[in-house]
């Protein structure tokens, strides 16, 4: 069953088209990648599927509804974690969640489960101006839990966060993920993409270039080959379909010339260079 | 619409705002002027003594009390038919013509006439004092709304015609605070609410949220009005002894408020940051105060264009119903402000729908 359907979906500001023409689905429970560098798209996609903005053409069912007509039951099945940390930020933590809960007709206790299940409990009572980014990004995400939605946006949700807590909110993702809710995920990130997407869309001026498994996407637009490194500082790559690979490689080792043995498959980062023409940074 | 969002949403913005500095200095300054007021202007009387020109036959009680009110020196007129011509002659600020039975007329009910000449070539203030004095010493003599008819003429109608007349410094005062007190409703407070969320970008979680746009202008709107409301009471209880007809006053205050804040919303939906906000806020904020300043010896043209401004309608309708006349005086007054109201809503709705 999918949780996101996506066709000929096109958004355009003042003539440009932000968003041309898309079409994917993503299935119920599945942590989704959609990766592109500034400007692609990402965000404006991730604004008409959560009901934000209004599509210019296309149509989209997020949760079984439709973006355009179902909004208001569309709302309270999805979860939005905004780019910015747009919280109150002369609240606090607290009153952020029981504000959000008032929205949602959650109960107190419900915020108490997920200010303990982000860790901020102890932090609930001060303001979040005085909060760390990492603690700030863990508030959205308990934000955008608390109402149990099905699906979940995150836009970017480790940008500018340091590794520790980085690999903590990728730890929430999966934990979410196990738990059966379905996560849409937008990063630069791309070993993070690697680590927790089941599929990943490469987006490129608004539109989507490929879509995969990050596997078969760097099994198709990498060597099959191995890069060896020689004891003499020398390095040679020995190709796989090549039939006396097993020999050459055998000598070498037999003979202590290796150092290293590394893979030559390509990371997602140079699949998206060459698909896209340019590096996701840019 | 759903009435427990927008309640979420007013409920949240009420307690924030008072947080944000700007939003608590808008919302304190009318307060913060009336007190300012008080203290340099005790009672509404200016400090210099008041010569005040009086004929009575009768020895009445009221020109002994005139004599022993502090800072006024009384000067006696020979006859009623002098009185007017002392008042000119000596520069006082007004004169007052006692007729010869006054006191047992008051005593009997009848509501005997005080003839009062004010001189309009001296300043408000004193015109207002003046004007003050006499209600306040006519009200003391017996425990009766109305002991005596006074009738007010004007020594120099030319000035008169130019002046505000028939009201006292408080009454002058207050529309000043009520309208500066809508205006930065107005022009500060609601259009920082959603400006502000357009600038934190909190905005994009609330339309992510079960709220709708309608949901989060109307929560907006509603603060708006509660905070009006409530500064708006306080200066009235606060004032209360110069509310003329408190029905009317408080229909007026609700006018003026839809009217202030359908002109938040436009500016809220057209703004992008505090900055925008605090710019133009200046601007709008004089643009609405101006017609309820006192506007003796102000060109023609400057008049003319007051008209164009909905306030001066509104400080019309607020000074007449203040002073205490009914709904056949303002309704006028009050169509129109209602009508600016509409126009106002209906250009915050075509701006909330361009944004979208």
Known sequence: MNAIEVEKLSRAFNGLKAVDNISFAVEAG?????????????????????????????????????????????????????????????????????????????????????????GLTNRAKDNVRNYSNGMKQRLLIARALLHRPQIIFLDEPTRGLDPVVGREIRRLILDLSQQGVTIFLTTHYMEEADQLCCRVAFLSEGRIVALDTPANLKVAHGKNAIKVTLANGESLSIALNDGDAGEQLEKLVNDGQVRTLHSAEATLEEVFLQIAGRELSE | MNLSVIAAITRKDLVDAIRNRYLLTALITPLFVALLFRILFPGGNPRNLLTIIVNDSGNSAISTQLAQAPQINVVTAGSSATTETEVQKRNAIGGVVVPANFDADVTAGKQPELTIYVNNKKSLFEQAAFRQLLEQQ???????????????????????????????????????????????????????LLVEEKEKRTLDFLLASPASLKEIVAGKALTGVAYSLLIAGLLLVFNRQNVGNWPLTSVTILFGLLFVVAMGLVMG??????????????????????????????????ETAMRFVPTYYLTEALKLSLGGSGLSKTWGHLAVVLGCSFIAFAAAVWALRRRN
């Not at chain 1, 949602?104 to 299940?117: A, F, G, M, P, S």
């Not at chain 2, 709008?284 to 006192?294: C, T």
Request: glycine content about 8%.
């Open chain 2, 138 to 192: 006519v009200r003391s003599l017996v425990k009766r709304p109305e002991p005596a008819r006074l009738v007010w003429i004007d020594v120099d109608k030319e000035t008169s015609e130019q002046s505000r007349g028939g009201l006292s410094l408080n009454q002058m005062l207050l529309p000043l605070l009520l309208i500066m007190t809508l205006g930065m409703i107005g022009a500060m407070v609601v259009p920082l």
């Open chain 1, 30 to 118: 599945e942590i989704f990648g959609f990766l592109g560098h500034n400007g692609a798209g990402k965000t404006t996609t991730i604004r008409m599927l959560s009901g934000q903005l209004l599509p210019t053409s296309g149509r989209a069912r997020v949760a079984g509804c439709d973006v355009i007509n179902e909004q208001r039951r569309l709302k309270p099945l999805i979860g939005v974690v905004s780019e910015h940390q747009n919280l109150y930020e002369r609240m606090s933590g607290r009153e952020n969640l029981e504000f959000a809960a008032r929205l949602y007709k959650q109960n107190t206790q419900r915020v108490d489960d997920v200010l303990e299940q982000v």
């Open chain 2, 269 to 302: 939906s057209v703004l992008n940051n505090t900055m925008q906000v605090n710019t133009w806020a200046g601007t709008v904020l004089i643009v609405l105060l101006a017609p309820s300043f006192p506007s003796i010896g102000l060109p023609a043209a400057i």
